[in-house]
């Protein structure tokens, strides 16, 4: 009964509720997509490497090591052994192992030495293997595989040509002019720095940093001179169990030829998310700002239409409702715009994300799912609903009070 006549009075006023629940729509909406994001940002975030158990280099720093391994940021303040790396990769321990080698760039991009275990083993988000958007892995010295960013920003198209430059910046004058690479294959997006890389062999790593005459005898033949990396910047490795990873860790941390530190990557962009935190609080801030702006435009809404209901209050006086069921209806009528902005919210967002969901992971990494019903939403969703209980106090008191009026008035 009360629910019925409550939806009657907003349907009396349906201008001025239409925009208040419009109000409430977006506010809910916003705080609701912050958060959801914030959840599922985080995991996509750690999600950039997957199936990767560790990650091995020359001692810097935990953060450092995961940044120019895995984002492609930074510089790296030494190399490991060739060596290292292949007793890593035949350890019985390890079941594949992907060598990385950087240093220099291309036009703003990084390039990244490494050999076919990269295309094979490699994988992001929900252990997601990389995909050729067009053509194939480099089988010859001077082929080169470029990432989806870099082919869709510098124009580039299989066959065409492209001169690595020595060093990470965008503006190099030191180019490997002699020794021009051939794309062979565009991976698929990725939403991860494997767009934004260029991917040559070990091999030709070695060979651009030659002198002049031997890069032209590769040019007339690849195979014309021993081409032996010396060094790697790190090294991915794959477990054959989980249960040897400490272990693993903690040999190589202790390995007596090179100097090497070993990083489990899941832990290192754990910590690295907490860096982000300031950013990630201050979202949500701005969201709950928001929130707030629209529940007081609510109670506002329902504050001026207390003169326009004087007859009406005065009416469910008569026919017998005390003050304290005029304070429940106006409570009621809060609720029920609240309730549907809230489910209005849930169900344009999850449609949202349903249209949307391959085009934020190809181009931001955002793998987001469209069930928004998680314990910290739904908590979320319980505070708004406190809020809107609060806020609508004021009005609903302010009906108790003229109620009371009413009464005395009419004896």
Do not use: C
């Not at 220099?104 to 083993?121: I, P």
């Not at 700002?289 to 529940?295: E, P, R």
């Not at 006086?317 to 902005?341: C, D, H, K, P």
């Amino acid at each position: 009964m009360l629910v019925s006549l409550a939806w009657s009075s907003l349907g009396s006023r349906r201008k001025s509720v239409f925009l208040t629940f419009l109000s409430l729509l977006i506010s809910i909406s916003v705080l609701l997509s912050v958060e959801h994001v914030r959840q599922q940002a985080k995991n996509s975030f750690n999600r950039t490497v997957s199936g990767v158990d560790i990650i091995a280099g020359a001692p810097s720093g935990q953060l450092n090591l995961l940044l120019y391994s895995v984002f492609r940021m930074g510089s790296p303040t030494n190399n490991i052994k060739f060596e290292s790396y292949e007793t890593l990769k035949n350890n019985k321990l390890v079941e594949w192992a992907i060598p990385i080698s950087l240093g220099d760039s291309h036009r703003g991009y990084r390039v990244m030495g490494t050999n076919e275990q990269y295309f094979a083993h490699f994988k992001y988000g929900n252990k997601q293997g990389l995909a050729f958007e067009e053509g194939k892995a480099f089988t010859h010295l001077f082929d080169v595989v470029i990432g989806a960013d870099v082919a869709e920003k510098l124009n580039y198209k299989l066959g065409d040509q492209v001169v690595i430059a020595h060093g990470i910046g965008s503006t190099s004058f030191v180019n490997h002019d002699k020794t021009p690479f051939t794309i062979t294959g565009v991976l698929a997006a990725t939403g991860t720095p494997v767009d934004k890389t260029v991917h040559i062999s070990l091999e030709a790593i070695e060979a651009i940093h030659l002198p002049a005459s031997q890069q032209q005898l590769l040019l007339k033949d690849p195979h014309a001179l021993p081409l032996n990396p010396d060094s790697v910047t790190a090294v991915m490795l794959g477990l054959t169990s989980k249960f040897a990873t400490f272990k693993l860790q903690r040999d190589i941390n202790n390995y007596k030829h090179d100097r090497l530190m070993a990083i489990l990557p899941g832990i290192a962009l754990s910590e690295l998310w907490q860096m982000m935190g300031t950013v990630e609080n201050l979202l949500r801030f701005i969201s709950v700002l928001v929130l707030i702006s629209s529940l007081f435009g609510l109670s506002t809404m329902l504050l001026a239409s207390m003169q326009q209901r004087k007859n009406e209050i005065a009416v469910l006086r008569v026919l017998g409702a005390g003050a304290a069921t005029i304070f429940t209806l106006v409570l009621a009528e809060a609720l029920i715009l609240v309730l549907l902005a809230i489910i209005a919210s849930v169900g344009l967002i999850s449609l949202l994300l349903v249209v949307l969901n391959d085009w934020l992971a190809s181009n931001y990494g955002l793998f987001l799912s469209a069930n928004l019903l998680s314990i910290e939403t739904l908590l979320v969703l319980a505070i708004v609903l406190a809020a809107s209980i609060v806020t609508s106090a004021i009005p609903a008191f302010e009906a108790y009070r003229n109620a009371l009026h009413s009464s005395l008035s009419s004896r």
